[in-house]
């Protein structure tokens, strides 16, 4: 079974940082684009960052600058890389990737999510 595990999440001061990791395991033949989202309580889920398979990048305007998203395709794993954290950066943060997979004689792509792991940002 295909899944994505993140971890990283932690309770952190204002202007601290954090790297948060999400590894994908399974019988996993390819991943193409990967990322991060956030969606607290009341609140609509917001596109963190992306990564494409080819390394192209995508961030929220309120990440800009301070957040870096990479990858390491060998250890089907997406990083995300969060500096100068404010308390509105506060939320759980979902793992979300395309990946091809094989099972019952198939190959299968779909979308998957991560259970996630709680970012607070409070003094």
């Known amino acids: 079974q295909v899944q994505l595990v993140e971890s990283g999440g932690d309770l952190v001061q204002p202007g601290g940082s954090l790297r948060l990791s999400c590894v994908a395991s399974g019988s996993i033949f390819s991943i193409n684009t990967m990322g991060w989202y956030r969606r607290a309580p009341g609140k609509h889920r917001e596109l963190v960052a992306t990564i494409t398979s080819g390394g192209s990048t995508n961030y929220a305007d309120s990440v800009k600058g301070r957040f870096t998203i990479s990858r390491d395709n060998a250890k089907n794993t997406v990083y995300l890389q969060m500096n100068s954290l404010k308390p509105e950066d506060t939320d759980v943060y979902y793992c979300?990737?395309?990946?091809?997979?094989?099972?019952?004689?198939?190959?299968?792509?779909?979308?998957?999510w991560g259970k996630g792991t709680q970012v607070t940002v409070s003094s």
């Open positions: 979300n990737a395309d990946i091809g997979s094989y099972g019952d004689n198939v190959r299968t792509r779909r979308n998957y």
